[in-house]
């Protein structure tokens, strides 16, 4: 086996004669240990126990090296793997207390992350922005509750999304008890710690401030939204989130990787720690052969490894699935002191341009865009009130009294 992971030839036995390692199902044995994380001895035992998220890679490298290794899988086997290939044709059904019209990619994505959920395992919902991740996960949650006597689930999210996943649970799964963990430190432990039935919403930052009033909780599932948020596991977010004792882990995110594979580690990491090793190994293992050898070995196992834990689509894929693109022009007219605001600043970002050297001008163009940026905004959101502006106001009077007083 060592021999065949430095891809050796040829392997001298005690006697002298040379054993050839070329096709004859040793290379395969060696590729099935080291995914597998097997040692010598482990094969030599004659009995091996590995976790159950493994059965699809081993599954895999027994059908790509069928001609050389010869396998029984039991019934308990095969029914695990026909369930996880065959999530389409499950018996999952939309619960009926959604009210929204899944799209079919959509729909198979809820029974995607109820047939994981069923088998034990976690998962990332990778979908492009603008796919519907949380709708998705929205009818999951409410199928998990279907017929329960109770459930406890609990969403982490960014602080900006806290209330739209509160409006949107409102919106598509009324029935479904929502409380967001807001207020001062004594009230979110109140509300951490009573109750049980139901979806509790917080954000990363609380979440961490808050972790000590989730020691003893015990929720049946667990959704992190924009996991990129734990890319780093070393961070106090990535570690509040791994505390928290959930039956079930599930990650949105529309960008499982940004900028390194350790990202992905971080995120799988949270959802079923060890698959992907320990960061160390993964490191050395997969990462290091990957980005500073471009080894397609390891990168091909590691895909086979968690690829039945991603789903992924792309706009481009669904295409067929989304409404035709509506567009609409609407002409509105800037009126009153929102007008005078604007060609004030026209005419001071026209004086200060005429003013410039052409050495200023290619030091200040950043400036420049600022300002145009700015005139932007006044003019293509004419429906705010003009105290929204004050603040600009106050910068360019001068220049609205320099505009009147031309007109007079």
């Known amino acids: 086996l060592s021999a065949c992971k430095k891809k050796r030839k040829f392997y001298r036995l005690a006697d002298g004669t040379f054993l050839s390692l070329q096709e004859n199902g040793l290379s395969a044995v060696a590729e099935m240990a080291e995914g597998l994380e097997l040692k010598g001895k482990d094969l030599v035992s004659g009995h091996v126990s590995v976790p159950a998220y493994r059965a699809f890679y081993l599954d895999r490298i027994l059908q790509e090296n069928s001609g050389q290794m010869e396998a029984q899988r039991d019934q308990a086997f095969k029914a695990l793997l026909r369930d996880m290939k065959n999530v389409e044709d499950s018996d999952f059904e939309v619960p009926e207390g959604l009210h929204a019209s899944l799209r079919p990619y959509q729909a198979f994505g809820f029974r995607w992350m109820m047939t994981l959920s069923k088998l034990g395992f976690g998962g990332i919902l990778a979908d492009d922005m603008g796919l519907g991740k949380t709708v998705q996960a929205i009818a999951y949650l409410a199928g998990r509750r279907e017929g329960a006597d109770s459930y406890a689930a609990l969403i982490v999210c960014p602080a900006s999304l806290v209330y739209n996943w509160e409006a949107e649970l409102v919106r598509f799964a009324p029935e479904l008890p929502v409380m967001t963990i ?10 951490i710690r009573s109750g049980r039935d139901g979806v509790r919403i917080t954000s990363y930052d609380l979440l961490k401030r808050d972790i000590e009033a989730y020691e003893g909780l015990v929720f049946d599932d667990m959704i992190i939204d924009e996991a990129q948020n734990i890319k780093n596991y070393s961070t106090q977010s990535a570690r509040a989130v791994r505390a928290v004792n959930s039956r079930h882990r599930f990650a949105l995110t529309g960008t499982p990787i940004e900028n390194s ?22 490191r050395e293992n997969y990462e290091q052969p990957i980005v500073n050898s471009q080894d397609e070995a390891v990168s091909g196992r590691l895909k086979k490894m968690i690829r039945p834990f991603i789903l992924r689509r792309t706009k481009k894929e669904v295409l067929k699935e989304l409404p035709d693109k509506l567009e609409k022009v609407i002409y509105s007219v800037m009126e009153g002191r929102q007008k005078e605001l604007y060609q004030a600043s026209v005419q001071r970002l026209k004086d200060s341009l005429e003013k410039q050297t ?20 006044i003019c293509c959101d004419p429906s705010m009130a003009f105290e929204d502006f004050k603040g600009e106001a106050a910068k360019t009077e001068a220049c609205i009294e320099l505009i009147r007083t031309a007109a007079a």
Do not use: C, V, Y
């Open 358 to 377: 052409d050495e200023e001008f290619k030091t200040g163009r950043l400036q420049i865009l600022a300002e145009l940026t700015r005139l932007r905004q």
């Open 182 to 191: 807001a207020g001062n430190a004594a009230e979110r432990r109140e509300m």
């Open 261 to 282: 594979l350790s990202e992905l580690w971080s995120i799988f990491d949270f959802l079923m720690p060890g698959i992907l090793s320990s960061n160390k190994k993964f």
